[in-house]
């Protein structure tokens, strides 16, 4: 299937710290794109003509707010669908959420997402969920609560939750907390379409990524178009064997113990690449989304 969505990552840096994160976000991530790359991106996917939207989101894209302004004016403007995901962070009060809103309902923003997660740390002061949602409501821009569900049952004390991706920050702060709503095959990649990726993020690093921690190419060295063209995973040394049998053939191939008691496909595959980071720098990357403090490559 071909390309239909490039999601804009446009910082690692967050105000939060949530445990739940697959991207590290964090206060003390500091990579964020310039308006420059930013109108890069928009350019390249312009080139391609089966993408249909761009998401901007972070980290908080909030937090480098006219960039995120300017670049959402520039994709209506090529034609794309926008939007836009954040965890409401600035709606400190109603008049507040509404100018932090106004703007992005005058530029044409069609889609809000507003994390409301329950592994945030907890904050003082109004649910500013609530109010980046009454904001949006006011001004006419199609929202939604992006949130991870209440735990269904409770298996050995831990929450089950069918919603949640062990990868990234959640593999370490919620190991041992929360457990898969089933048994996961460690065969397979169920949450990625490796084969034919539908969507990809660009990162600040210029890194193509097909999920937090694989990249595919960099905008860098080439043009989005490029990357997509060139993309073969049956001779890539991680996706290959991600496609023949998952994490646990990824293990296997390349001479990695597969950690055992990992709790879902995903948690699995993140502790294999950890091992792997340094053999393949220019894949397993960048740093920042293994919680590492570096450049795009280690």
């Known amino acids: 299937m071909p390309l239909t969505a490039v999601h804009l990552r446009l910082t690692y840096r967050c105000v939060h710290e949530c445990d739940h994160c697959a991207h590290w976000g964090a206060p003390w991530q500091d990579a964020a794109m310039t308006r420059i790359e930013v109108m890069r991106v928009l350019d390249d996917a312009s080139e391609i003509a089966s993408v249909e939207s761009i998401r901007f989101e972070g980290g908080e894209p909030f937090l480098y707010y006219p960039i995120l302004l300017e670049g959402i004016r520039a994709a209506r403007a090529r034609g794309f669908r926008v939007e836009?995901?954040?965890?409401?962070?600035?709606?400190?009060?109603?008049?507040?959420?509404?100018?932090?809103?106004?703007?992005?309902?005058?530029?044409?923003?069609?889609?809000?997402?507003?994390?409301?997660?329950?592994?945030?740390?907890?904050?003082?002061?109004?649910?500013?969920?609530?109010?980046?949602?009454?904001?949006a409501e006011i001004l006419g821009i199609p929202c939604f609560v992006e949130r991870c569900g209440p735990p269904t049952t409770r298996a050995g004390g831990m929450e089950t939750d069918r919603s949640l991706l062990l990868r990234g920050r959640a593999a370490d702060g919620l190991e041992g907390r929360v457990a898969p709503a089933g048994p996961e095959a460690l065969d397979r990649c169920g949450h990625e379409d490796l084969r034919s990726p539908r969507r990809v993020h660009v990162d600040p690093y210029g890194l193509v990524l097909l999920c937090p921690g694989i990249a595919i190419g960099s905008l860098y060295w080439?043009?989005?178009?490029?990357?997509?063209?060139?993309?073969?995973?049956?001779?890539?040394?991680?996706?290959?064997?991600?496609?023949?049998?998952?994490?646990?053939?990824?293990?296997?191939?390349?001479?990695?113990?597969l950690p055992a008691g990992e709790a879902s496909a995903c948690q699995a595959c993140y502790r294999v690449r950890e091992a792997l980071r340094e053999r393949f720098p220019d894949r397993l990357g960048p740093p920042a989304v293994y919680g590492a403090r570096g450049r795009a490559f280690a």
């Open 222 to 257: 080439d043009t989005l178009r490029g990357v997509m063209e060139q993309y073969a995973p049956d001779r890539d040394p991680v996706l290959a064997p991600l496609l023949r049998g998952g994490p646990e053939a990824l293990a296997r191939e390349l001479g990695v113990e």
């Open 84 to 135: 836009v995901s954040t965890s409401g962070s600035w709606a400190s009060d109603p008049a507040a959420a509404i100018e932090w809103l106004a703007p992005l309902a005058s530029s044409g923003v069609q889609w809000i997402g507003i994390h409301d997660d329950r592994f945030r740390p907890p904050a003082p002061g109004p649910d500013r969920t609530a109010l980046a949602m009454g904001a």
